[in-house]
Structure formats: C-alpha cells, structure tokens
C-alpha cells in the first residue's frame, strides 16, 4: 500500500526554466510533509518541508505547496540549475517520526 | 557537528552468505535511528528503526535483522543473503525537536548479491 505516490518516475526541464515535481498521498492523518534530493550513490539530503497547518514554504529557488483537499504537494524549483539534477523523494509523517517515502523522480536538467 | 558513518561503501556477496553493515553517529546522544533500503527502480523502503539501545522495530517482514547494541551504533545483519537483498542501504538518524524532525542520511551501502 503506496501512501506516498510520485506518479511521475522521470522529468527533463530546460536549464533556467521552472522544475515542478509532484507528490500525492492518501492517509490524511499526515501532518508533515518533506522533499529530500539524492544524488547517484549518495545518501538523501534535506530539502525543504511543509507543515500541514500551511500551504506554502518558500527557501531560495525551492517553493512547496500543499493542498491538503487534494492530498497533494508539489515542489516547484525556480530557475532549475544543471546541479538539480538528482532524484527528489518526498515523504510524509504524523506524530511518530517515521517517515514514509515515496518513490521518487528523477530530474534532469538540461544545459 | 553531527556525522554519520556508514561501511564498507559497496559490497558484493553470494547468496547464502551473512552480512553485516555498519552505520554509526558522532556529535549527538540518543538519537532515533533507522534502516532504509533502496531497490532499483522503487523508492525508500524504511526496513527497522530505533528509539534506543536494545529497541528495534521491524517495518518489513524479510531476512534481515537489526540491532543496536550503543546507542549510536546500528547493525543491519543476515543470516544468508537472498539475491532479492541487492540494493542500496541507508541509514539515517533523527532528534525530534520543535518540529524539525527531518532525517540525515549516511552515504550508503551498495550491497550486490550474485
């Protein structure tokens, strides 16, 4: 049972352009929400993280939204930069610290 | 500064045979931690996490235990390797704190079967 759904397993954006990367979830007990971005043969880094009692959070190029009705959140990266280019994993918790991952988009930047 | 180790980096070993990891944490006391394994082409699958020395929680029926036997040091372990063992194994650790419950993640294992 994926509660953490990344629909799009690959995404290819022009260098300057905007980056969205999209996550949806089903269990509306989730109360936090994270992207992390991993590079090949590297362990996941932080990103940015949201909130449930927000919509938006908003650090340097890197935006997210969430819509709680929908169950979905997105990562929007603006202007997308050569050094994006990585796999996004978002995740989603509530209460107990584990996290649930989803399972991640690849983006490629292109010069 | 808070690190965390990981070793060895990559491994190859032959179905049937133990397997032990290794993950470690500097400059923080107590911290939650955890075992993931990424297999090709799927996400992050969260395999045992920790509160403390000694307390393991199993997400993932399969062959492969943890332990924790300081309270910075976590051990993934297998008694015989399975060829569906093959992946990419992360650990990572975590302070709950003010909400900033975020996980850092060591650099990882490449664990290939044969």
């Known amino acids: 049972d994926q509660q953490v759904k990344q629909n799009s397993p690959s995404l290819s954006v022009q260098e300057g352009r905007i980056s969205i990367l999209n996550c949806d979830y089903t269990?509306?007990?989730?109360?936090?929400f994270l992207w992390y971005k991993k590079y090949p043969a590297e362990g996941p880094t932080f990103l940015i993280s949201?909130?449930?009692?927000?919509d938006k959070n908003e650090d340097g190029r890197f935006t997210v939204f969430l819509n709680k009705s929908a169950k979905h959140l997105s990562l929007h990266i603006v202007p997308s930069q050569p050094g994006d280019s990585a796999v996004y994993f978002c995740?989603?918790?509530?209460?107990?610290?584990?996290?649930?991952f989803g399972t991640g988009t690849r983006l490629t930047i292109i010069p | 500064s808070q690190t965390i180790h990981q070793w060895p980096a990559t491994l190859v070993q032959p179905v049937g045979s133990p397997l032990s990891l290794e993950c470690t944490v500097e400059g923080t006391s107590n911290p939650n931690l955890y075992w993931y394994r990424q297999a090709a082409g799927r996400g992050l699958q969260l395999l045992f996490y920790?509160?403390?020395?000694?307390?393991i929680s199993s997400e993932v029926p399969q062959n492969l235990s943890a332990s924790r036997p300081q309270d910075r040091q976590f051990i993934l372990s297998s008694k015989k390797l399975l060829l569906s063992d093959s992946g990419f194994y992360l650990c990572?650790?975590?302070?709950?704190?003010?909400?900033?419950?975020?996980?850092?993640f060591g650099p990882g294992t490449r664990l290939t079967v044969l």
């Open positions: 995740a989603a918790h509530f209460g107990n610290e584990k996290l649930t």
């Open positions: 990572a650790w975590s302070v709950l704190g003010q909400g900033l419950d975020t996980q850092y």
């Open positions: 920790s509160v403390g020395i000694g307390q």
């Open positions: 949201i909130s449930s009692i927000k």
């Open positions: 269990n509306s007990m989730f109360d936090y």
